[in-house]
């Protein structure tokens, strides 16, 4: 068992009777890198201060993101399945008991590890009060209300939803995450910056957040996005009404079918699972928190995506500025290149290519092994086409959908989703030669 006691508050005196209880002070720049609050300019301009339970939300995926990073996956009995029990400081202690099973049945599923939680009482802490009281009286003619907020992470996908969303309104607040690394800043910041010229935005619409805990080398971070969409509920907390949060994300990366057995490992995450996003919408439901979350791209792949998006020519002319790859710093240190590029294999990789190939017949994104030609990518091939003949084999798709997770309704409509998903994959995988 893992057992972590998390602080937030200088006075926390808070302890348990155990040898092997790790302390961690979140805090502390020693301990903790995170940038939500560097920012104050911005953070006055909200309209109200964070709901309680938004921001223990917030925290608590740092906590369970901050474990995901430390604590090794090698050494468990199956190595992969770990055990963890956090003590939490909350605002709201009450709520977070009565929904303890439901956060963890949540998490659980996201990461593939044993989870216990323990909630403890706290008040503000000084930087929180300080916020709070400051906000009221700053930047009083120029809050920022927008109509709804939209997951932005530098992907294809997400670039296409931004675009979609843009059409109908300029008031979107638009939340961005960077890890660590090159990886997809730079990307990240080129999408941001055509959507600011392409709509005429201001730039101060986008929000750009740094989290990562010093010296975290696991590298699976299934829970990363937990702590990623946390971001935007707590900022979305602030407008004290309903508002949606779109997770831009097509059906066939959603659904986490993996194509062989050697896939449900680390490769099959499980980011916007039909099941973890109920979970979680459930969770926001039930601690008050009036934020629906929406993927209006569920039942589409993603060259549907492109050929249904709203502007044709600007994602022609700009798609290739997205980064889609699984782990672009890596091809970046194996080639010796100052920029992060595609590595063209990998399972999202593959995706994008052939969602292009299906919109515009033609890719001019730079990828390292456009051909499989490396020994890992004729590996990966060889499992895609091993995934497809498995995928021709079947006459139904209804027990395949559930492969990842269990979804309860919406059968038929996942599966026409998974059948024209793969018929578009098995076409890029027969044009590589």
């Known amino acids: 068992m893992n057992e972590f006691i998390f602080k937030l508050n200088s006075d926390d005196v808070f302890a348990v009777k155990s040898t092997s209880v790790i302390e961690v002070d979140l805090i502390s720049k020693e301990q903790y890198k995170h940038t939500f609050f560097k920012s104050m300019n911005r953070l006055y301009r909200m309209q109200n201060f964070f709901q309680n339970e938004a921001l223990d939300l917030w925290y608590i995926s ?30 709201s202690p009450e709520k977070w008991n009565d929904n303890k099973k439901l956060l963890i049945e949540m998490i659980t599923f996201l990461s593939g590890d044993l989870w216990e939680f323990e909630f403890r009482k706290r008040d503000l802490n000084s930087k929180e009060v300080h916020i709070s009281k400051n906000l009221v009286n700053k930047y009083k003619n120029t809050k920022f209300n927008p109509d ?16 979609d969303l843009l059409k109908h309104s300029r008031n979107i607040g638009f939340v961005s995450h960077y890890g ?11 999408v941001q910056e055509l959507l600011r010229v392409e709509y005429g935005l201001r730039g101060d619409e986008f929000f750009n957040f740094h989290a990562a805990p010093i010296g975290g080398s696991e590298d699976t971070t299934r829970t990363r996005s937990f702590m990623f969409f946390s971001h935007a509920i707590i900022l979305a907390s602030c407008s004290q009404r309903e508002i949606e949060l779109y997770i831009p994300e097509n059906g066939l990366i959603s659904l986490n079918i993996p194509f062989t057995n050697t896939r449900l490992g680390s490769s099959s995450t499980r980011t916007t699972h039909p099941f973890y996003l109920n979970k979680l919408q459930e969770l926001l439901d039930q601690l008050g928190i009036t934020v629906k979350l929406k993927n209006p791209y569920q039942f589409l792949t993603k060259g549907e995506m492109l050929i249904q998006c709203s502007n044709d020519r600007f994602i022609k002319e700009f798609y290739k500025e997205t980064m889609s790859c699984s782990h672009p710093d890596q091809v970046r240190w194996e080639k010796g290149s100052k920029e992060p590029i595609h590595c063209g294999t990998c399972l999202p990789c593959s995706i994008r290519r052939a969602s292009i190939l299906r919109a515009f017949k033609e890719d001019e994104t730079l990828y390292n ?37 269990r979804i309860d309704k919406d059968l038929e409509k996942y599966s026409d989703l998974y059948k024209r998903g793969m018929e578009e994959f098995n076409k890029f995988i027969k044009s590589i030669k």
């Not at 992470?153 to 997400?158: A, I």
């Not at 660590?180 to 080129?190: A, H, L, R, S, T």
């Not at 079947?394 to 990842?404: E, G, Y």
């Open 180 to 190: 660590g690394g090159k990886g997809v800043k730079p990307y990240q910041e080129m």
């Open 148 to 163: 709804s907020y939209c997951m932005l992470s530098g992907g294809l996908d997400s670039f296409i939803g931004a675009i």
């Open 62 to 91: 740092l906590m369970i993101y901050y474990v995901d990073k430390k604590v090794s996956r090698e050494g468990t009995f199956d190595n992969w399945t770990r055990q963890f029990k956090l003590y939490i400081p909350v605002l």
């Open 369 to 405: 092994d456009p051909k499989f030609k490396k020994k890992k990518a004729k590996l990966e091939m060889k499992s895609f086409k091993i995934g497809m003949l498995n995928y021709s084999s079947l006459k139904d798709h209804f027990f395949t959908i559930q492969m990842s997770g």
